[in-house]
């Protein structure tokens, strides 16, 4: 079955400390991975993907096939950083398959 | 900008009443979505449709149903809501190349 597996509920970190959230997925295909984020009061939306290879406020995230992981991560994080994260899946046609998420408290 | 709008922000519902959803997409969008979002178990897909009168079961289906009789309009029933259906419905869109967006949730709360 397609999973995504987001093992940490909660992680918390001070200002300045790197960050990385951690996903695993189930998969024997190519899969598209996507993080989306939930800020306080926000609607979600996407963060980055792994096909667009890009940095977004200082994440990135790679797409580790041998692993089966998509970990996200920010080298210094912000108090801004705060939010939901969700690792989301696409193995085929078009629904994309969510992790449980993980909440990211950044301390002051 | 685009835009996904849900047309309830929050619903308190009496069990056994039948519960509609309206999610509303200006993005000429091929596809829409309606996942529940509930804490630990994070967002799980509950029906989608990628055409006009066209759906498909997601992961949780059951106690729910879909109409999408307009392309911008993607509307969920719950036939005789129950206390276990008291959650944030979240509805998305997107083109077939991808990234979803997403509307603002409804919080349904079942007495």
């Known amino acids: 079955a397609q999973r995504v597996t987001q093992p940490e509920k909660l992680l918390s970190v001070f200002k300045g400390a790197p960050v990385e959230l951690k996903c695993n997925y189930s998969?024997?295909?190519?899969?598209?991975l996507f993080w989306y984020v939930q800020y306080s009061r926000q609607r979600l939306q996407l963060l980055l993907r792994?096909?667009s290879r890009e940095s977004i406020k200082g994440f990135t995230a790679d797409l580790n096939k041998g692993e089966t992981s998509f970990h996200l991560k920010k080298p210094f994080a912000q108090e801004e950083d705060s939010a939901m994260y969700y690792c989301?899946?696409?193995?085929?046609?078009?629904?994309?398959?969510f992790g449980t998420g993980t909440r990211l408290l950044v301390s002051p | 900008d685009v835009k996904v709008t849900q047309s309830s922000r929050y619903l308190v519902k009496r069990t056994g009443e039948k519960v509609f959803l309206e999610c509303v997409q200006d993005?000429?969008?091929?596809?829409m979505f309606w996942y529940r979002q509930d804490p630990g178990l994070g967002l799980r897909l509950i029906y989608f449709?990628?055409?006009?009168?066209?759906?498909e079961k997601g992961d949780i289906p059951e106690g729910y149903s879909v109409s999408r009789e307009k392309k911008e309009r993607f509307s969920l029933i719950l036939e005789s809501a129950s206390t276990n259906q008291t959650s944030m419905y979240l509805c998305?869109?997107?083109?077939?190349?991808?990234?979803?967006?997403f509307g603002e949730g409804s919080r349904l709360t079942v007495l």
């Open positions: 998305a869109s997107s083109r077939n190349t991808g990234e979803l967006f």
């Open positions: 998969y024997s295909g190519s899969p598209e």
């Open positions: 792994h096909i």
């Open positions: 989301a899946f696409r193995g085929g046609f078009q629904k994309l398959v």
């Open positions: 993005m000429d969008h091929e596809n």
């Open positions: 449709s990628y055409d006009v009168k066209m759906k």
